[in-house]
T-cell receptor, first 112, second 111 residues
Framework: GESVGLHLPTLSVQEGDNSIINCAYS??????FIWYKQESGKGPQFIID?????DKRQGQRVTVLLNKTVKHLSLQIAATQPGDSAVYFC???????????FGKGTMLLVSP | DAGVTQSPTHLIKTRGQQVTLRCSPK?????VSWYQQALGQGPQFIFQ???????QRGNFPDRFSGHQFPNYSSELNVNALLLGDSALYLC??????????FGPGTRLTVL
């Protein structure tokens, strides 16, 4: 399928490394945040979310960190695998409103 | 259980034409949101439908309209197509404010 990754920041890692993808969000009123993974030719796939009353949340091999002071979100992927290669988007939203505002995305390339 | 499905997969139109894109939500979902994703960009919210009405709308002109049917499926219509409307159009379904599940998208090319 067509690439969604043209002109995106790119993070290249080796298989087995830990990856950290960063995102600056725009609205200080946003109170929930989501990370999505988008593979070429597919729609975004939910990875993990976090509410503004938390600063860290862990999933399977993934951790999201939220720093509301500087409006920064990060996604940590442990033991990165070639199947993790994709474009990663952060999205922000407001409780009571389902609208999601997406960031520009980061392409993660994992070499075997 | 099928996830979110969209049709068609690809579509080519010329400037000034009209297009209709279709979305079937995931089973059990009653809310459909539409997004436009230009190449190399993140998705941008167009609008959301719930109970057959437009519930929220993003910053898109009136040329973009939609509909939701009693079975929760939805259509996105774009009139008077412009070259800049070329994009991947994504449909996401959810139970109102719960997690949104995205479909594979429809790639629209306007020539």
């Amino acid at each position: 399928g067509e690439s969604v990754g043209l002109h995106l920041p790119t993070l290249s890692v080796q298989e087995g490394d830990n990856s950290i993808i960063n995102c600056a969000y725009s609205n200080s009123a946003s109170d929930y945040f989501i990370w999505y993974k988008q593979e070429s030719g597919k729609g975004p796939q939910f990875i993990i979310d976090i509410r503004s009353n938390m600063d860290k949340r862990q999933g399977q091999r993934v951790t999201v960190l939220l720093n509301k002071t500087v409006k920064h979100l990060s996604l940590q992927i442990a033991a990165t695998q070639p199947g993790d290669s994709a474009v990663y988007f952060c999205a922000e939203g407001l409780s009571g409103y389902s609208t999601l505002t997406f960031g520009k995305g980061t392409m993660l390339l994992v070499s075997p | 259980d099928a996830g979110v499905t969209q049709s068609p997969t690809h579509l080519i139109k010329t400037r000034g034409q009209q297009v209709t894109l279709r979305c079937s939500p995931k089973s059990g979902h009653d809310t459909v949101s539409w997004y436009q994703q230009a190449l190399g960009q993140g998705p941008q919210f167009i609008f959301q439908y719930y109970e057959e009405e437009e519930r929220q709308r993003g910053n898109f002109p009136d040329r973009f309209s939609g509909h939701q049917f009693p079975n929760y499926s939805s259509e996105l219509n774009v009139n008077a197509l412009l070259l800049g409307d070329s994009a991947l159009y994504l449909c996401a379904s959810s139970r109102l404010e719960d997690e949104q599940f995205f479909g594979p998208g429809t790639r629209l090319t306007v020539l």
